[in-house]
Each structure stands twice: as C-alpha cells, then as structure tokens.
C-alpha cells in the first residue's frame, strides 16, 4: 500500500517547489490515503489468526460457531497448587463466569475452536487428508500431531511439542475438536505431559522418540 510521501514524490519538479501547490495535494490526498490504510487493517482485524473480541466473534459468524457452549467446561478455571490448571493451563474466571464452569470461551480457544470447524468444513474426510485437517487446526500453536490408524474403525491421536492449555484438554474431551471421518472413533488423545516429543518404539522424529528422549504421554478419552 502506497504511502502519502509516495504519491507525493509523483508531482513533477515543476511544482514540487511549490509549497501552497503540494500542501493543496497533501490535504486531497491524505484522507484517501488514510481510507487505504484503514481497509487495509480491516481485513487483518477479521482474519482468524489475528482478529480478537467482537472481531472473532463476527469471523464466527462466518464460520457457523458461536465463542458460547451448551455445556461448561469443569476444570478449567486457574487455581493455586492444582495441577495442569496453573500458569498458562488454566483460564481466568471473569467476573460473570458461572461458578460451575466455563461457558464463554476466551479468545484463544475460541480461535481454536473456529480452527477446528474451517479444517472440518474444507476436509474431503479423507483419512489421507486427516494430517492436513489437523495441522489447520493446531497452526502456529506449537503441536505436532501424530495419527495411529488401528485398522478397526479408530485412531489414536497424538499431540507433542507442547502441552495444551486446560481449556484445550477440555474441547477435546468434550467432543467439540473432533475431526475423524464418518464412522471412525477416536479411541483417544496421547498428550505429551511436559512437552517434546511422545515416547514410540523405533522412532526418531520431531514427534516420537525412544528411551530417554520420547516422554510417556498422558491419555486423554473424548
């Protein structure tokens, strides 16, 4: 997008040294250069990585998902001393959050809520196109994802790198990230519990690793 100093380079030397000439110029085109540069952050404001409030709720307009659940989610909230509900795990109880769990998600899952309802609309269900619909999902959080096929009508997923926020562990467990094609079940989650890499025998990779390297994940059942 170009700038007001940018255009104002484009006047010819035969009146750029004229100061009532250019700062006629510089008033017609400041407001038209400031409407570019407001549509400009329009479109970063509402796009799904970036958009936050009032903005993510009108992208899940769009979607087709509200940042409201029917059912709340228990143990989630931050407290002292609880564990994988501490710093950066759990989420802060606002002020009109019911007591019994929570019912509106914060920004930040409710990005990732949005994430899983675009992968789930854009996947062909596929189990090909499995790895695909699960990389849109976790996008620049930091999650490597891993799928078993058990060849019996399940998967077992996998979630390394990191390990997820409270509110995250809950979407899963209650059903609300499930992408798996029809008909298949999700036998569970393995979640790495410390982060890296999850413990697989005769793996190395970014995901999986052996003795000393790979951590015992902890399992989670939606």
């Given amino acids: 997008m170009a700038t007001l100093g940018a255009y104002l380079d484009l006047v010819t030397s035969l009146y750029?040294?004229?100061?009532?000439?250019?700062?006629?110029?510089?008033?017609l085109l400041g407001p038209l250069v400031a409407q570019q540069a407001l549509l400009a952050a329009v479109r970063d404001a509402?796009?799904?990585?970036?958009?936050?409030?009032?903005q993510l709720d009108a992208v899940g307009l769009w979607v087709g998902r509200s940042r409201y659940l029917d059912t709340p989610?228990?143990?989630?909230y931050f407290a002292?001393?609880?564990?994988?509900?501490?710093?950066?795990?759990?989420?802060?109880?606002?002020?009109?959050d019911p007591e019994t769990g929570l019912?509106?998600?914060?920004?930040?899952?409710?990005?990732?809520?949005?994430?899983?309802?675009?992968?789930?609309?854009?996947w062909d269900g596929t189990g090909a196109g499995a790895d695909a619909v699960w990389s849109v999902l976790f996008d620049g959080t930091g999650f490597l994802v891993v799928i078993q096929d058990?060849?019996?009508?399940?998967?077992?997923?996998?979630?390394a790198g990191r390990r997820p926020d409270a509110v995250t562990v809950a979407l899963l467990t209650g059903g609300y990230l499930l992408l798996k094609p029809a008909g298949v079940r999700v036998e569970y989650y393995a979640i790495s519990a410390?982060?890296?890499a999850l413990f697989a025998w005769d793996c190395a990779s970014d995901a999986l690793a052996?003795?000393?390297?790979?951590t015992w994940p902890t399992i989670v059942i939606p």
Wanted: proline share 4%.
């Fill in 194 to 196: 410390g982060g890296g």
């Fill in 210 to 214: 052996g003795w000393g390297d790979g």
């Fill in 16 to 27: 750029r040294e004229q100061p009532r000439f250019m700062a006629l110029v510089e008033g």
């Fill in 103 to 122: 019912v509106r998600l914060p920004d930040d899952a409710y990005r990732t809520l949005l994430r899983a309802r675009v992968a789930a609309n854009s």
């Fill in 73 to 76: 989610l228990a143990g989630v």
């Fill in 46 to 54: 509402f796009g799904l990585r970036d958009a936050i409030g009032v």
């Fill in 150 to 159: 058990n060849q019996d009508m399940s998967v077992k997923v996998g979630l």
């Fill in 80 to 96: 002292w001393d609880t564990e994988h509900v501490g710093w950066d795990e759990g989420t802060w109880r606002e002020p009109y």
